[in-house]
């Protein structure tokens, strides 16, 4: 090897370095972002939510300066992980949650769906034995005769029940899908990207549980980043918002929608199902629908 190909193989090392370092604006400390560990119903990843956080907070390091972005250690119901969102000084400082009036009266939230609105496509799962029945509907009439399951609270109940949906409702969630079992009720309508994913997870337990084949619920609900309504949450709210419309512009919030969605949707085979449109009572009335690169349209 020459003297000048071994000093350019010994300076690669640091070039590399310094090409991935953080960009830093300036010297002041980092933003510290908490989110929290879910109790959820499975252990299915919610990770998306915070890759498109931690996109946004690095497209705008130049601007707002170096950041940290962490889970909290404890996991949290939904009511004690809203309680500390609401706390000064809290334990997490932002949340990723589906909309509705009263969260937005609580919390300040970015209306930048995280999902493009993928949480209001709705797939159904049903006893195996049920199918012929759910192949019969062909409208909210028909599908008034059937009862849907829920977790308590979930913005999705008030849903069904203004469409005149007869709803069980569970204080634990995670008993919903033996209820559906045993026949508590008769269809569990999980997100279009939630429902494969359980699916695979519960199927060798409940082996009646399956994915009806040519339905499918669609209602406007946005699932977005919530921040704590002070001076704090003001700022992390500015910088949130800055960094999504910055991926929008360059493509880059949807790039990462097809990277990890893309998939799922391919798996639901939605050109196979019968859309039922629902309306969605709690929705607020600031919800940007008029803005269509915001909403994934199948």
């Known amino acids: ?14 070039a590399m370095c310094c090409l991935l370092a953080p960009v830093r604006a300036h010297d002041g400390p980092a933003t510290a972002v908490v989110y929290p560990r879910y109790f959820s119903i499975l252990d299915t990843s919610k990770g998306f939510d915070w890759i498109v956080l931690r996109a946004a907070l690095e497209k705008t390091a130049a601007k707002y300066g170096p950041f940290t ?29 589906a909309t509705h009036r009263d969260l937005e009266t609580q919390f300040q939230p970015i209306r930048i769906p995280i999902d493009r609105g993928l949480m209001g496509l709705r797939l159904l799962l049903v006893r195996k034995s049920d199918l012929p029945r759910f192949a019969r509907v062909r409208t909210l009439a028909d599908l008034r005769h059937l009862s849907a399951g829920q977790g308590k609270g979930w913005v999705d109940a008030s849903v069904l029940s203004a469409a005149g949906i007869s709803v069980v ?46 339905l499918m619920l669609r209602y406007p609900l946005p699932r977005y980043f919530f921040v704590r309504r002070d001076a704090e949450g003001a700022k992390l709210a500015e910088r949130i918002k800055t960094g999504l419309e910055m991926m ?30 629902l309306q969605n009572p709690a929705l607020p009335p600031e919800t940007p629908l008029q803005r269509s690169e915001l909403w994934y349209r199948p």
Not at 1 to 10: E, F, K, P, V, Y
Request: hydrophobic share 40%.
């Open 248 to 277: 929008l512009k360059d493509g880059s919030l949807v790039a990462l929608f097809h990277q990890h969605k893309d998939p799922l949707i391919e798996r639901a085979q939605i050109g196979k199902r019968r859309i039922i449109e």
């Open 69 to 97: 972005l962490a889970q909290s250690q404890a996991p949290f119901s939904v009511p004690r992980m809203l309680q500390e969102l609401s706390r000064p000084g809290g334990t997490v400082n932002v949340i990723a949650r």
């Open 169 to 214: 409702e569970s204080p634990r969630p995670g008993s919903l899908f033996g209820m559906l079992e045993a026949g508590r009720f008769d269809f569990f309508p999980r997100a279009l990207d939630e429902a494969p994913r359980e699916y695979d997870v519960i199927s060798k337990s409940h082996t009646e549980i399956v994915i009806e084949p040519t």
């Open 1 to 14: 090897m020459d003297r000048r190909a071994w000093i350019l193989q010994s300076l690669l090392p640091a």
